[in-house]
């Protein structure tokens, strides 16, 4: 074996490890490295046999180190994203599908966690039901939903909202979707994390929408989010490849 | 004037008239035979000024030529357009916007006609509102949905059903839609026509929805009725183009 070819050799293999450890960057400079050296060292191979073999395996390592491009500058392009929606008091177009769906098809998604202290009153167990529907609806693999909310401070109100909760767990069951639900006391941040690296946090958390009209009337927006007006709040948009976590 | 450029302008004149009529495919063969005299007309034209002015004539009856192609290539593919949608026993993903939404961005559709004998039940008057929502949200310039339905016979019935679609109507009124309720005895016939000529016929109406699997529980499906299982029925699309009307 010819010294580069070795050479060769040796990054590729750096190459896999980094690769399988996901370091997409140091596994891209190592697998163009590698390839580099091993087209060069392709020259001296003699028996044809021998050359068809190798340059397959080179067009296969050519292969991976594309796709680990696309990955890299993906990456990339996570730790510049910042995107902030104001919603205007009155607004309508503010469904949870045109705010998430975008994000629903990827499909690394496989599990997506809420929280919101506010998934309480009948009306917020709604907006969490319906944000589980579009879950079901437009993710690929999705197998799990964490909800951390806090726990409803009525007596009865706790029945109820575990009564409830319980509902949509059988519900989403029968999908082959799991519902972990949490109680925390301290809890105050509104965020919805999706497995696939995305943050979405909502200033009000799910709970943006005002109710119909009237609650008994049969009006425009009484099924359809989209047209039902918004309070006003910011959603902040970012991956958490942007984020530095500190403590 | 030559005999051939006046021969000419009298086609250009037919092909103006039947455009206006609306007769396309008659215009459009005016409109080509006359343009191409026009065209060899033009040769014996000295005067340079006259040339020019003659060809910007000629060139906007080619741009109205074109423009009337297009109508009449689509007027032939809605005759032989007839397409049969089988749903099956609970089977999902057939929500009124899977069906009508590709029908519903043409700009020349302003009122909507729902022939229906069952808007009477809550969920019924429910499935109508969906419906009205979504003709809002994916319309263009909506301007008149029309009911044609049966009173509900119950005497406690017919202020129900009518306060209800009034309930309804208010909303639209909102939204600068009208919407005028008609009620019928005999009507068996359930079909909905667009101002645009399609003609879309669901065997069992807007009610074709199985009801979520309990009224009083929080489970997928409740809300979005793409998830919502369905009873089995056979939706039949066509346009009036491909509809000869008989007696």
Redesign the interface.
């Known amino acids: 074996m010819a010294g580069n070819e070795s050479a060769g050799i040796h990054l590729i293999k750096k190459a896999v490890e980094f690769d399988n450890d996901k370091k997409y960057e140091e596994a891209f400079v190592h697998y163009k490295e590698g390839i580099h050296i091993l087209i060069e060292s392709l020259k001296a191979i003699q028996d044809e046999k021998k050359r068809v073999a190798f340059r397959d395996k080179i067009s296969s390592y050519m292969e991976r180190a594309e796709k680990i491009k696309v990955l890299v500058d993906q990456s990339k392009e996570y730790e510049k994203y910042h995107e902030q929606i104001n919603i205007e008091e009155n607004s309508i177009g503010y469904s949870y599908e045109k705010i998430f769906s975008r994000f629903l098809k990827d499909e690394s998604l496989d599990y997506v966690e809420v929280n919101d202290p506010y998934i309480k009153a009948r009306h917020q ?2 907006n969490f ?2 944000f ?3 879950l ?2 437009l993710t690929k693999i999705i197998k799990r939903i964490i909800l951390l909310t806090t726990r409803d401070e009525d007596t009865n109100g706790i029945n109820q909202q575990e009564a ?1 909760l319980n ?2 767990r ?3 069951q ?2 082959n979707v799991e519902l972990t639900v949490k109680f925390s006391e301290g809890l105050h941040d509104r965020e919805i994390r999706l497995s696939s690296g995305w943050i979405v946090k909502i200033g009000r958390g799910l709970d943006y929408f005002k109710p119909p ?1 009237s609650r008994e ?8 989010l ?2 039902r007006p918004c309070y006003s709040t910011t959603i902040d948009i970012f991956h958490q490849k942007s984020t530095k976590f500190s403590k």
Chains 1, 2 share one sequence.
Do not use: A, N, P, Y
Not at 217 to 224: A, E, P, R, T, Y
């Open positions: 167990t709604h039901l319906r589980c529907e579009m079901v609806k409830k509902e949509i059988e519900s989403l029968k999908r009209e009337k049969l009006c425009i927006g009484f099924h359809d989209d047209l």
